[in-house]
């Protein structure tokens, strides 16, 4: 079967939802965040540390797999599920983040048909598509695929956008007519940079195409404001359907995903909690601390004396500097743990603050300590 | 209460023992592996983890220790036990071997009072004498601390390693009569070279300086052969007392480990396992491997069948190449794993084979198997 999405409640004073999304690898509430497992693998993490931490669906990335080890590969190991030994649900994305980010803009050329590029890897040339992502996704037979979309800065041209989202909605529909894995659902995405009537257009035109779920894309991926993105959320979500799973792609900053789920946002990914914590840094209430500092040299408290992660349950902050200091594996890794703990936390207690309408109080809450 | 050994067994065509090491941290038995976590981490892994390769008693190293994050700190922390978060058994070593190895030979001045050397962080001006090493282990609080040696090469001249065996006695006398640890054993080391005199008459005299046990040093540190190396053993084993633990320190090629304890050697300790780990490289029956050869490209088989490591259970060669290739943490850590859980076992069949005096055969099949 493909994804079974479930709305359970719309909170009282928001738009915010409470879900329930059934798949062939279990089922998952949300609003939920999804950690990232770039390479098939979630930096540093094994799969037990990842379930541990209340994951539930993971997204890996279909441009770096596609270039190693290949999804033949995968394929002949029985798929991505099987290749990494997760037996949670897993995301794949379409490959057209990376392209148009990695890849360094002189170094690629879109067509209509789909964009040339080099492999940040070895130069090599490279074509994607949109069809020959959705047959990479295929063949990694992750439980949700994306469709292939441009992702141009949200604050690029209007004239600029209006033809990318036009193409996107071309490519949307050329990825879903090749697409064929009755076992993996495939989102649709909606661009349209800052622009209200490019976000309602390619919206609704991309919701005609009948995807499984929608996700909102091109979202702080530019120096926008946060204001601005907030508003891409809203110019967005009126014109997705209530019975769908709505993701909103690339962030995982705590206030961006308390601001998305009350806008009616489900489901959130990001490389922030893994990628900040092989710098030294961990979220907490109080905003982010960096184990680094030598203020925590002889702090033999946890991170957080409130937080349930394996890392807060068994180590200190000195000892984790003191593997930061002497470049230990181990204190990224414990970081990690902790930082996505941190996030799947945030969005347990949005899902608790939702079931009793409560959202906006504890939103105030959230950020009245969190600097 | 310090350890207590106790003999279980000596094997009928060899002089293998079987034995029991009771700590403060549980019991273990011996022939034993110890993994060796340099900085208070065994390189990539959890705790957890090292426990579930069946590990018994950890490395920790003094030297790396005493300079960062320095003994004081941990001494703060509650300990190594509490600072790391194991609470198995922990040997230190005395700096030694650091002081020798790491420090290049220029930067170093032996005088009768101690070392003089610069740090390899920072170089930094440092003296460590036997009293030194001996209070910093003491504020360690490992289960198990080493006597402060010189560690020269094996094959150094005969006059040159009589004044050191000399002064490493002198040294151990030193290092004893301030060592003040209620909880922790201290082990008196055998020098000496490939000089059969010379290692008994430091085994003698390390003898009556009554340790808690006893390790042979100065072992495969040099360009001896492999025959020298086995000499140096059965030249120091017949003078140390059968009822205390005897400790090969920083061996761990598997065949090593079986003629040392052939030899009556109880416990051994090396980085072999971790640092090819970390270079892709995996024991197994038949030799070491590296998973980085394309010939594992397609590999959807373990590392070992018949291994019944967290690695071998989960992952295939394929898998684990990928990380590699791809340099992702993941790769080395399972990998780790796997190497120290197949010395582990190692250890537990040759525990078997005493058990059914039957190791001399034991050895024989391993060999005509590992390449």
């Given at each position: 079967?493909?994804?079974?999405?479930?709305l359970?409640?719309?909170e009282?004073?928001?738009?915010?939802?409470?879900?329930?999304?059934?798949?062939?690898?279990?089922?998952?509430?949300?609003p939920m965040?999804?950690?990232?497992?770039?390479?098939?693998?979630?930096?540093?993490?094994?799969?037990?540390?990842?379930?541990?931490?209340g994951?539930?669906?993971?997204?890996?990335?279909?441009?770096?797999?596609?270039?190693?080890?290949?999804?033949?590969l995968?394929?002949?190991a029985?798929?991505?599920?099987?290749?990494?030994?997760?037996?949670?649900?897993?995301?794949?994305?379409?490959?057209?983040?990376?392209?148009?980010?990695?890849?360094?803009?002189?170094?690629?050329?879109?067509?209509?048909?789909?964009?040339?590029?080099?492999?940040?890897?070895?130069?090599?040339?490279?074509?994607?598509?949109?069809?020959?992502?959705?047959?990479?996704?295929?063949?990694?037979?992750?439980?949700?695929?994306?469709?292939?979309?441009?992702?141009?800065?949200?604050?690029?041209?209007?004239?600029?956008?209006?033809?990318?989202?036009?193409?996107?909605?071309?490519?949307?529909?050329?990825?879903?007519?090749v697409?064929?894995?009755?076992?993996?659902?495939l989102?649709?995405?909606?661009?349209?940079?800052?622009?209200?009537?490019?976000?309602?257009?390619?919206?609704?035109?991309?919701?005609?195409?009948?995807?499984?779920?929608?996700?909102?894309?091109?979202?702080?991926?530019?120096?926008?404001?946060?204001?601005?993105?907030?508003?891409?959320?809203?110019?967005?979500?009126?014109?997705?359907?209530?019975?769908?799973?709505?993701?909103?792609?690339?962030?995982?900053?705590?206030?961006?995903?308390?601001?998305?789920?009350?806008?009616?946002?489900?489901?959130?990914?990001?490389?922030?909690?893994?990628?900040?914590?092989?710098?030294?840094?961990?979220?907490?209430?109080?905003?982010?601390?960096?184990?680094?500092?030598a203020?925590?040299?002889?702090?033999?408290?946890?991170?957080?004396?409130?937080?349930?992660?394996?890392?807060?349950?068994?180590?200190?902050?000195?000892?984790?500097?003191?593997?930061?200091?002497?470049?230990?594996?181990?204190?990224?890794?414990?970081?990690?743990?902790?930082?996505?703990?941190?996030?799947?936390?945030?969005?347990?207690?949005?899902?608790?603050?939702?079931?009793?309408?409560?959202i906006l109080?504890?939103?105030?809450?959230?950020?009245?300590?969190?600097?």
């Open positions: 079967m493909k994804i079974e999405y479930e359970l409640k719309t009282k004073n928001s738009k915010a939802r409470l879900g329930k999304i059934k798949t062939n690898y279990g089922t998952v509430l949300t965040f999804m950690p990232v497992g770039t390479k098939a693998t979630v930096k540093g993490l094994s799969v037990e540390e990842v379930k541990e931490t994951a539930g669906i993971i997204l890996a990335n279909t441009y770096h797999l596609w270039l190693r080890p290949g999804e033949d995968i394929e002949k029985g798929g991505l599920h099987k290749f990494m030994n997760y037996d949670g649900p897993i995301l794949t994305d379409s490959g057209g983040f990376q392209v148009f980010s990695l890849v360094k803009s002189k170094k690629k050329d879109i067509t209509e048909e789909g964009v040339h590029f080099k492999s940040h890897i070895d130069g090599k040339d490279l074509f994607l598509t949109p069809e020959k992502s959705i047959q990479i996704q295929n063949k990694l037979d992750s439980d949700i695929a994306m469709s292939f979309d441009e992702c141009p800065p949200a604050t690029a041209s209007y004239e600029y956008l209006k033809n990318s989202v036009e193409r996107t909605i071309r490519w949307a529909k050329r990825g879903k007519d697409h064929n894995n009755p076992n993996q659902a989102f649709g995405i909606v661009q349209g940079g800052v622009y209200p009537d490019l976000r309602r257009y390619s919206a609704e035109e991309t919701v005609k195409l009948d995807f499984d779920g929608f996700s909102i894309g091109g979202v702080a991926n530019d120096n926008e404001s946060k204001e601005d993105m907030y508003k891409e959320i809203d110019y967005s979500i009126p014109y997705l359907p209530k019975d769908k799973v709505r993701y909103l792609m690339g962030v995982g900053d705590p206030i961006d995903i308390i601001e998305g789920v009350i806008r009616g946002v489900d489901i959130f990914d990001c490389v922030l909690p893994t990628r900040i914590a092989r710098h030294g840094q961990a979220f907490t209430r109080y905003g982010k601390i960096n184990l680094n500092n203020k925590y040299k002889e702090d033999f408290t946890s991170i957080d004396n409130t937080c349930d992660c394996y890392t807060c349950k068994n180590y200190t902050k000195a000892y984790i500097r003191h593997l930061l200091n002497s470049k230990e594996m181990l204190g990224g890794r414990l970081l990690s743990i902790h930082n996505i703990r941190f996030l799947i936390r945030l969005t347990e207690e949005l899902r608790e603050a939702i079931k009793e309408d409560r109080e504890y939103k105030e809450e959230f950020i009245k300590n969190y600097k």
